[in-house]
């Protein structure tokens, strides 16, 4: 899969929140400060699509793109 375009949808805190898609979905888990969000600025090679914080637990909603 190439990605070629990225864009922000929505955050949601509860499953009747989540958007539908016809697509695959990519998820990305792990305890706070990792890297999860770095991550996916350099998969998408964009510096300011996902913003990064070196404050632990920041991201309390899910957020999807």
Same mark, same amino acid.
């Given at each position: 899969?190439?990605?070629?375009?990225? $864009?922000?949808?929505?955050?949601?805190?509860?499953?009747?929140?989540?958007? $539908?898609?016809?697509?695959? $979905?990519?998820?990305?888990?792990?305890?706070?400060?990792?890297?999860?969000?770095?991550?996916?600025?350099?998969?998408?090679n964009?510096?300011?699509?996902? #913003?990064?914080?070196? #404050?632990?637990?920041?991201?309390?909603?899910?957020?999807?793109?």
């Amino acid at each position: 899969m190439i990605i070629k375009t990225v $864009e922000f949808v929505k955050s949601a805190v509860k499953p009747s929140q989540y958007p $539908e898609y016809d697509f695959p $979905e990519i998820a990305f888990a792990g305890r706070s400060n990792v890297g999860k969000s770095s991550l996916i600025n350099a998969l998408m090679n964009r510096k300011d699509m996902v #913003k990064t914080s070196a #404050k632990p637990g920041c991201t309390q909603l899910i957020n999807f793109f």
